[in-house]
């Protein structure tokens, strides 16, 4: 039995073509789990090793004699692919510049984003790394100004409903006792005025949600993973879009109330089970920044 995902609980099926295998033991040596072990004998395999095999193809990428595949979990030997030439890759000084120039943007031009340029964007994404393949990252694509404008709206009257449930002093003192109380704070000073602000909006047609963006995309994951892996890849669509001449702005109000909403879930064609955790919007900058800004971390420490 494997580690459980959205497919069930089947780990990957190494396999190894003996008549080409040479037991170099680069397969076993890279195998995090130790289901490839080098032998007196050979290459063995033990499916029954710590998780058994995740597919994270690391054997695959390493074998000079390309002798292994592994199969399942979302995976296939196709997937392996040439690596890039280490001249058409991005070097520190270009990817230290590229980060230093972006910003969130909340004012966008009013171009669209092409169908294509949303695809290159998904296609780097897919590449950031998740706790355990496969894959339990989902995107929803919403295209447009319109499609975005209504996700907009949806996310306004979730906060109208949570409002009416949570925006009173009786709820204020309740919530303090089951609360912590940095949560607390946090829920007062900012979750709150937030839902106000969001709602006032949209009944004064303006919207605070996503700033009227041509596009956004919802990473949404299954149960079975870490939200983490969605908030990563949301982060490399958001460099990605950067690189290709787009703003970003993650947003991270719409996905705790939405998440709350089956009827919405279903509507926008979550898989089952699915919930969002992000959203990026992107777009073409209305007003370029002419200086960057350098940030610090609250705290560094070597230890
Ligand atoms: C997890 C996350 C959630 C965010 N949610 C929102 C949001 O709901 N609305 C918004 O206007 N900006 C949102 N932002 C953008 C931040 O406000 C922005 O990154 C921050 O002000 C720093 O500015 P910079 O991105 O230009 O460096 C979010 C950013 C992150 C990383």
Redesign the pocket.
């Known amino acids: 039995m494997g580690v459980i995902s959205s497919l069930g609980d089947a780990p990957g099926n190494p396999v190894i073509d003996r008549n080409s295998c040479t037991a170099c033991g680069a397969c076993a040596a890279i195998c995090p789990l130790e289901v490839l072990t080098q032998t007196a004998t050979g290459i063995a395999i033990d499916n029954a090793a710590m998780f058994g095999c995740i597919a994270c193809g690391q054997c695959m990428m390493v074998c000079p004699a390309h002798c292994i595949s592994v199969t399942g979990r979302r995976l296939h030997p196709d997937d392996i692919v040439d690596l890039p030439m280490l001249e058409s890759r991005a070097d520190a000084d270009q990817l230290a510049a590229l980060l230093l120039a972006r ?2 943007i ?1 004012k966008f031009t009013g171009d669209d984003v092409p169908r294509l340029v949303i695809d290159q964007v998904l296609a780097v994404a897919a590449t950031a790394p998740m706790g355990i393949p496969p894959w339990e990252v989902g995107v929803t694509v919403f295209h447009g100004r319109d499609k975005v404008a209504e996700l907009a709206r949806d996310t306004a009257d979730s906060y109208r409903g949570f409002l009416k449930l949570f925006d009173n002093a009786a709820m204020k003192q309740l919530s303090r006792l089951f609360m912590k109380k940095s949560v607390w704070q946090q829920f007062q000073s900012f979750i709150l005025p937030l839902g106000r602000i969001l709602v006032k909006g949209k009944e004064r047609g303006t919207d605070y949600v996503f700033y009227n963006a041509p596009a956004a995309l919802m990473f949404h994951s299954s149960p079975y993973c870490d939200s983490a892996d969605a ?1 990563i890849a949301c982060t490399y669509a958001m460099i990605a879009a950067e690189s290709l001449g787009l703003g970003t ?5 719409s996905a705790p109330v939405v998440g709350r909403r089956r009827d919405l879930l279903k509507k926008y064609g979550l898989p089952e089970g699915n919930s969002p955790k ?1 959203i990026l919007i992107m777009g073409y900058h209305a007003s370029p920044h002419r200086k960057a ?1 350098r940030r610090s971390f609250q705290s560094l420490n070597y230890y």
């Open positions: 910003r969130s909340r908030i702005c993650m947003i991270g109000c992000i800004i």
